[in-house]
Nanobody, 126 residues
Framework: QVQLVESGGGLVQPGGSPRLSCAAS????????TGWFRQAPGKEREGVSC????????VYVDFVRGRFTISRDNAKNTVYLQMNSLKPEDTDVYFC???????????????????WGQGTQVTVSS
């Protein structure tokens, strides 16, 4: 089973452009669909974006399309989430997740994924 570790979060000013990383060990991310999710305290975890295994095709949910970009570096066994034009409402804990049997759905559903990282906090504030 793949193990995932997120990094790259922190305090960001509105309009900022951090890049989150999801580093994998124990398996190859190129063989997994990998998703990014976010969750605020007291709220359900929601999908943000997903990148498919093999062909690397991508899915974005509506509220991040055009602002966030998901990508994968097979040599580093890492998936990234480039976040641009951040808003205070993007403040959340961001998680990555992988699943070797999955093809990304349009809604990027958390329940579809079997392996999760511990999350990284992103706080958008001036």
């Amino acid at each position: 089973q793949v193990q995932l570790v997120e990094s790259g979060g922190g305090l960001v000013q509105p309009g900022g452009s951090p890049r989150l990383s999801c580093a994998a060990s124990g398996s190859t991310l190129a063989y997994h669909a990998t998703g990014w999710f976010r969750q605020a305290p007291g709220k359900e975890r929601e999908g943000v974006s997903c990148i498919n295994r093999s062909d690397g095709s991508t899915v974005y949910v509506d509220f991040v399309r055009g602002r966030f970009t998901i990508s994968r570096d097979n040599a580093k066994n890492t998936v990234y989430l480039q976040m641009n034009s951040l808003k205070p409402e993007d403040t959340d804990v961001y998680f990555c997740a992988g699943d070797s049997a999955l093809y990304c759905s349009d809604n990027v559903l958390p329940g579809d994924f079997g392996s999760w990282g511990q999350g990284t906090q992103v706080t958008v504030s001036s």
